[in-house]
C-alpha cells in the first residue's frame, strides 16, 4: 500500500509539474459571478488581450450570476482544479455574505490569488446641488437628520458600507435609498430622487460634469479626477470600496496558482492596461499571494465589526 | 439636418454587411425560447472589439433589434415568448396561428417591428437629448404606478375568468418575492434551499410556464399543431397591409409608447408591449376580439418593443444610463472601446453617434426583407415538421434555454417544475400570462414601493410621494380608466340596448 500511495503522489506531483511547465497550453475559462455589462466584466474585457498578450492563450468570459455572486462562489471548489477554471472574487461580497445567511460558500474556502483593483467608494451629488462640500453635506445632514437621501446599487453593497461607515465618523444620519445597480442608482442621482449618490469613482467617469464628487475613499486622489479630494485630507479615516479578484478551486496545485497570481500581475503592470483601467476610473491594487492573508485578515475584521454594527449578522 | 451626411459613412458595404448579419443572428437567437437578446448581445460582444467604434453598435444594434423581433415567432407559432419583450404577442397571435392565420400574423409582426423599430431610430435620431430628461423624470415612485398600472391588464386580458386572472397574479406576485429581496436584503421563501436564493428567474419561468403546458398538450392530443388548411403559406402582404392602414393609430401610439417605455431605465420591451397591448384595447372597437385573435393586438405589442430599441439607447447615449438590459453591455462595449459616453457624445463624437444611428436605421429596413423571408421558413417548418420531432426539438430548446440563463441546473429545475405547475393549473382554467405579469410587475413594484416609501419617508410626506407627484397622478388617472372602462363600457351598452327595449 505505502508503495502505491508514494506511486500515486509521484504522478501527481509529476501532472502537476507538467502542467505548470506548461501552464496555461489552452483557452482558460474565466467565470464571472455576475451578469454581462457590470464593472466586473469590463474588467475582465479588458484583462483578456493582456493575457493573450502575455501567454498566447486566450481567456474564455463566461457569466454564472445569481444571489449576488452567491450562486458562482457556492460551487467553485466543485470546479475542475487545473488551473483553466478561474474565477472572479470580488469584496465585501464575499466576506458579508456568509456572514448573513448560509449561502454555500465561506470566506475562507475561497481561495483568491490576486486582488488587482478596486473601485473607491465616492460620494456624488448632482452638479447644481446647493451642497458644494463634504463640509456643506455634513452639515445640512446634522440640521435636518435622516432627511438627506442617498441612492446606492444595492444593501449590503461596498456603498452601503461606505455610507454607514461615514455617517458614523461625521456623526450624521443619512437615509440609503438601495437601487437595484448601479444605473438605476445613477438615473435616480441625475433625476435629483434623491440628494445624493454613495458610489463608485466609475460613477464620476461616467457621468461627468453631471455630477459633482464631494470626496472618494483612497489613500490619494485618482490620477483621472484630480478635482475630487479623499475624504482622508478631509479629515475622515474612510478607505476602501468594491475590490476584484481572482480565484482559484481550492485544491488547483500549487505551482500552478503561483503562474496564475504571476501572470495577473504582469497584467496588471502593463502601462497600456493601468491607462485603460485608471481612466475607467478604476484603482489599481497589486496584493499577490505574499500579501493575501495579512490582506484578507484586515479586511474580514473591518467588514465584521461593520456588520455586527449594522445587525446583518445571522443569528 | 446636419446628420444626414452620416447616412453615407453608415452605407459602407462593411456596415451594411454587418448589419445584415447582425440582424439575421439576433432574429435567430431571438426566436429560441430561453435566448434574450441581452444573452445575444452579451454572446456576440467579443467578436465586435476588433472593429471600428461604429461599425461595433451598428453590429449590436442590429443583434439587438433582430432578437426583440424575433422573439414574436416562438410566441406566435408555440405560444412561448422567445424574449419576455414578446410576452403579450402570444396573446393574440397564438390564437390567430391556431387559426390557420400563422403567416398573416408574422407578416403583421414583421411589418409592425420595422415600423416600431423605425419610430424609436428617429427619436434617437432627433430628438434624443431632450428625451432624455424624460427619463430622469421618472422616480421610484413613477415605477411602482407603471408597474401597478401593467398589473390591472390582468383584470382586462379576457381570457377566462376574472377571478382567476386575479389569483393568478397573486400566485405571479409571491412568487417574485422568493430569493434575497433586492431592497433590505430580506431572505423570503426560500426553505433550506440555495438554489432559491436568486430568486426565480423571468426567463426560466417564461420558457416553463408557457412552452411545457403547451409541449404536454401536444403530445396528448393527437391533431396537428397549427391548423394548415391545405394552403401554401405565404406572405399575405396585402392583407397584411390594409390591417396596418386600418390600424395605422394603433401604431403610431404603440410606437411612441414603446420609445417612452425603452427610455425608461426601469422598465422594458416587456412592459412596453403590455402598456401598448392595453392601450390597444381600450381604444379599439373590437376590444371584445383581444385575446382571441385580433391582429391589432399583435400591431401593439410587436411594434412597441421595437421602438424600445431606439428608446433605450436615448438615455444610454446621452446620460450614459442604460435604457434596457441589452443596453447595459453595449454601454459596457463601449467603456472598452474607450468610448464615453454622456452628453458630450453627440456634439464631440458626433460621427460615430450619427453613423450609429443611421445604421440601426438601415438594420430596421434590412429586418424587413430578412424578417419576412426566415418568417415564411420557420412558419413552413414548424407547420411541416411531425410531433414526433418537433416536441423533442422543442423541449431540447427549453432545458438548453433555461439552462444558458445562469449556465446553471437550478433553472432548468426551476422551469420544469413551474411548468408542470402552470399545465395542472391550466387544467383547473388558469392561464400562465397572469402569473407571468405578477412575476415581472411584482418585483419593479415592490422595488419601487419600498424606495419611494423610504424616500418619502425621509422627506416627511409618505402620502404626498406617492399621490403628489404629476407623472404620477397621470398614471393613476390610467390606471383608473383601465380599470372602469370595461365596466362603464358594458354599463353603457346595457344602458342603451333597455332604452330600445
Not at chain 1, 505505502?2 to 505548470?20: C, E, V
Not at chain 1, 452639515?139 to 446599487?153: R, Y
Request: proline share 6%; with cysteine; charged share 15%.
Amino acid at each position: 500500500m505505502p508503495i502505491r500511495n508514494t506511486l500515486l503522489a509521484a504522478t501527481l506531483a509529476l501532472s502537476g509539474s507538467l502542467a505548470f511547465a506548461a501552464y496555461p497550453d489552452k483557452t482558460v475559462n474565466y467565470i464571472i459571478p455576475f451578469g454581462p455589462g457590470g464593472e466586473s466584466d469590463i474588467s475582465a474585457r479588458l484583462q483578456e488581450p493582456v493575457f493573450k498578450k502575455l501567454t498566447g492563450q486566450s481567456l474564455a468570459i463566461q457569466y454564472k450570476p445569481g444571489a449576488g455572486g452567491a450562486a458562482a462562489w457556492a460551487q467553485l471548489n466543485g470546479m475542475t482544479a487545473d488551473g483553466y477554471t478561474v474565477m472572479g472574487t470580488n469584496l465585501p461580497h464575499i466576506v458579508l455574505q456568509p456572514l448573513q445567511k448560509d449561502v454555500g460558500f465561506k470566506t475562507d474556502e475561497i481561495t483568491t490569488l490576486f486582488w488587482f483593483h478596486y473601485t473607491p467608494d465616492a460620494l456624488i451629488v448632482p452638479a447644481d446641488s446647493p451642497v458644494k462640500t463634504l463640509k456643506d453635506f455634513v452639515e445640512a445632514a446634522k440640521k435636518a437628520p435622516g432627511a438627506t437621501t442617498l441612492s446606492g446599487s444595492g444593501t449590503n453593497s461596498a456603498n452601503h458600507l461606505a455610507q454607514q461607515q461615514f455617517d458614523k465618523m461625521a456623526g450624521i444620519k443619512t437615509t440609503y435609498v438601495p437601487f437595484g445597480g448601479t444605473g438605476p442608482s445613477n438615473a435616480a442621482l441625475l433625476g435629483k430622487q434623491v440628494s445624493g449618490s454613495w458610489g463608485y469613482t466609475t460613477v464620476k467617469m461616467q457621468l461627468g460634469d453631471q455630477v459633482r464628487c464631494l470626496g472618494v475613499a483612497m489613500e490619494k486622489r485618482h490620477p483621472a479626477i484630480p478635482d475630487c479630494p479623499t475624504f482622508k485630507e478631509q479629515g475622515f479615516e474612510l478607505v476602501g470600496g468594491a475590490y476584484r479578484g481572482v480565484a482559484v478551486p481550492k485544491s488547483t496545485p500549487a505551482d500552478v496558482q503561483a503562474k496564475l497570481a504571476e501572470i495577473l500581475g504582469k497584467i496588471n503592470a502593463d502601462p497600456d492596461f493601468i491607462k485603460k483601467m485608471e481612466e475607467g476610473g478604476f484603482a489599481m491594487l497589486n496584493v499577490g499571494p505574499a500579501q493575501m492573508g495579512a490582506f484578507m485578515a484586515k479586511v474580514k475584521a473591518q467588514y465584521e465589526a461593520l456588520a455586527k454594527e449594522m445587525g446583518i449578522t445571522k443569528k | 439636418m446636419g446628420s444626414l451626411e452620416y447616412l453615407l459613412s453608415a452605407l459602407t458595404p462593411l456596415n451594411l454587411l454587418l448589419a445584415l448579419a447582425g440582424v439575421v443572428a439576433g432574429t435567430v437567437i431571438g426566436a429560441l425560447p430561453g435566448l434574450t437578446a441581452t444573452m445575444a448581445v452579451a454572446v456576440l460582444v467579443p467578436f465586435t472589439f476588433a472593429m471600428e467604434p461604429a461599425s461595433a453598435l451598428i453590429a449590436l444594434g442590429a443583434i439587438y433589434t433582430g432578437a426583440i423581433y424575433g422573439g414574436a415567432y416562438a410566441a406566435i407559432l408555440l405560444n412561448t415568448p422567445g424574449t419576455p419583450s414578446s410576452i403579450a404577442t402570444t396573446f393574440d397571435g397564438y390564437p390567430m396561428a391556431r387559426a390557420g392565420s400563422g403567416d398573416l400574423a408574422l407578416t403583421l409582426a414583421c411589418l409592425s417591428s420595422v415600423i416600431g423599430g423605425l419610430v424609436g431610430a428617429g427619436f434617437l435620431l432627433v430628438l434624443a437629448p431632450p428625451m432624455a430628461t424624460v427619463a430622469l423624470k421618472f422616480g421610484p415612485v413613477e415605477y411602482f404606478w407603471l408597474a401597478v398600472f401593467g398589473l390591472t391588464l390582468i383584470a382586462s386580458l379576457g381570457e377566462g375568468s376574472t377571478v382567476k386572472g386575479l389569483i393568478g397574479g397573486c400566485l405571479g406576485l409571491l412568487l417574485a418575492m422568493v430569493g434575497v429581496a433586492e431592497v433590505g436584503g430580506d431572505v423570503r421563501f426560500v426553505g433550506d434551499s440555495k438554489a432559491l436564493l436568486g430568486g426565480i428567474d423571468i426567463v426560466s419561468a417564461l420558457i416553463g410556464l408557457y412552452c411545457i403546458p403547451v409541449l404536454i398538450e401536444l403530445v396528448a392530443t393527437p391533431v396537428a399543431h397549427l391548423d394548415a388548411t391545405n394552403r401554401v403559406a405565404s406572405f399575405r402582404l396585402r392583407e397584411a397591409t390594409s390591417i396596418l392602414r386600418r390600424g395605422k393609430f394603433n401604431l403610431a401610439r404603440s410606437s411612441v409608447l414603446g420609445t417612452l417605455v425603452g427610455i425608461l431605465p426601469g422598465a422594458g420591451g416587456s412592459i412596453a408591449s403590455l402598456v401598448a397591448y392595453s392601450e390597444a384595447k381600450r381604444a379599439s372597437p373590437r376590444r371584445d376580439n383581444f385575446g382571441k385573435g385580433e391582429p391589432d393586438g399583435i400591431l401593439a405589442t410587436e411594434s412597441a418593443n421595437n421602438a424600445t430599441v431606439g428608446g433605450g439607447f436615448i438615455p444610454t447615449l446621452v446620460l450614459g444610463i442604460p435604457g434596457t438590459p441589452p443596453d447595459a453591455i453595449i454601454l459596457g462595449a463601449l467603456l472598452v472601446q474607450g468610448i464615453r459616453t454622456g452628453p458630450t457624445l453627440f456634439t464631440q463624437q458626433a460621427p460615430i453617434v450619427y453613423t450609429f444611428i443611421w445604421g440601426l436605421i438601415l438594420a430596421t429596413v434590412i429586418m424587413l426583407p430578412v424578417g419576412l423571408l426566415i418568417g415564411r421558413f420557420a412558419f413552413r417548418s414548424i407547420v411541416a415538421i411531425p410531433k414526433a420531432v418537433l416536441v423533442p426539438g422543442v423541449a431540447l430548446l427549453t432545458v438548453l434555454g433555461s439552462f444558458a440563463v445562469h449556465n446553471n441546473l437550478h433553472e432548468v429545475q426551476q422551469m420544469v417544475l413551474l411548468g408542470l405547475m402552470a399545465w395542472v393549473l391550466g387544467r383547473f382554467g388558469f392561464s400562465a400570462s397572469p402569473i407571468v405579469l405578477g412575476l415581472i410587475l411584482g418585483s419593479i413594484a415592490e422595488r419601487g414601493f419600498v424606495q419611494g416609501h423610504l424616500i418619502g419617508g425621509a422627506k416627511g410626506s409618505v402620502w404626498g410621494e406617492f399621490f403628489g407627484r404629476p407623472i404620477s397622478l397621470g398614471i393613476i388617472v390610467f390606471i383608473l380608466l383601465g380599470l372602469l372602462w370595461p365596466w362603464w363600457a358594458a354599463r353603457r351598452a346595457r344602458g342603451t340596448g333597455g332604452a330600445n327595449a
